[in-house]
């Protein structure tokens, strides 16, 4: 992960002129970025664009459950498999971002690493699925802003479901010890989150049902012209039809 954690900015240079992007506290002066393999070369030879999608929400809504539905939509389903990397908040945690908190600054710094590392494996021609609370509406325009930059599409989804149903969910037994006050500053309890103004995907899952919001996010894929060639195919409500969680 420390190899990973190295590799958050980038340089590009155009014309004589070289941007950085991302690189607000790089400190070291003596780096140069090295070229390789041009974009639209790593692009074609697996036969599709790279693209984020921002998977946003909050805790119980779905986003895990979705991401790795669509996941398997992605690299299970199709006539060929798609180059898919998921990048889960918790697991990220695990290695990456375990030396951060919850606090306002650290949720800050784990969406500024997470915002890096989709915009890497995006520029490899990654589809990536990045599924983590991020409850800023500033962090996530940052995370869309190192995109934008890179020219890379980015795509927020909002996994949208009401605060009365994701606490009845409650899938890992956060919200009964956040009202038990036992976990102070959790994310739609005492802590805020800024829904989402005008994500490109809204899906809400006290609505849909997990194939149904996976078919929905494909539905955008194919609008935002990633394939090279062919278009995805849709899930089966009748073969696959994994439930939110309860």
């Known amino acids: 992960m420390a190899a990973v954690t190295l590799l958050l900015w980038l340089f590009v240079a155009a014309a004589g002129v070289v941007e950085v992007f991302g690189a607000d506290e790089v400190k070291s002066s ?41 996941e398997h939509a ?33 949720r800050k710094e784990n969406v500024r690493r997470v915002a890096e590392v989709s915009r890497l494996f995006a520029e490899a021609g990654a589809i990536v699925i990045a599924g983590l609370i991020s409850p800023y509406a500033a962090d996530r325009a940052y995370a869309r802003e190192v995109h934008a930059n890179a020219s890379l599409p980015f795509l927020e989804v909002f996994v949208d479901a009401p605060l009365s149903t994701v606490e009845s969910r409650d899938p890992k037994g956060l919200y009964k010890k956040a009202r038990e006050g036992k976990i102070k500053g959790f994310t739609g309890i005492d802590a805020p989150y800024d829904k989402p103004e005008s994500p490109e995907v809204h899906v809400r899952t006290d609505l849909y049902s997990v194939t149904q919001s996976v078919n929905i996010i494909l539905e955008k894929l194919d609008e935002n012209g990633i394939h090279l060639q062919t278009t995805f195919r849709p899930l089966d409500e009748n073969e696959r039809d994994c439930k939110a969680p309860a």
Do not use: C
């Open 30 to 70: 003596n780096i140069k970025y090295h070229e390789g393999l041009t974009r639209e070369d790593k692009w074609k030879s697996i036969g599709h664009k790279g693209i984020t999608l921002w998977m946003t929400g909050l805790s119980g809504s779905g986003k895990s459950t979705i991401s790795v539905a669509l």
């Open 74 to 106: 992605l690299v299970t389903k199709q006539p060929r498999p798609y180059f898919v990397y998921r990048l889960d908040g918790d697991n990220l945690r695990f290695g990456l971002n375990r030396d951060l908190g919850f606090s306002p600054e650290d």
